[in-house]
């Protein structure tokens, strides 16, 4: 995924909501953001865009049967920024 504006990956329906998420939650299993979040079965390829983008890192357990899912330093950052666009909109 290449958009045109790099802003465009966070238009998708849950992208800030995911990040919302991994920020109130930490690192959390997958299953957690499908139970958190939404059930969608798209979740996987958003999850996968937002890792491309940086902002998520997908760590598989060894056996490969779970993957944690955390925010990276980058989407620590953009995840902030968008904590304080809200309670800049809530504030008006």
Known sequence: MNPAHPIEILCDRHAIPILMFLNENGPC?????????????????????????????????PNGMTVTISLS????????????????????
């Open 73 to 92: 330093a980058f989407g620590e950052d953009v995840t902030e920024r968008l904590f304080e666009i809200d309670r800049m909109l809530a504030e008006q």
């Open 29 to 61: 299993l997958k299953t957690a953001v499908y139970n958190g979040v939404s059930r969608s079965l798209s979740i996987s390829d958003k999850l996968d865009g937002l890792e491309e983008a940086g902002l998520i890192v997908q760590d598989p357990s």
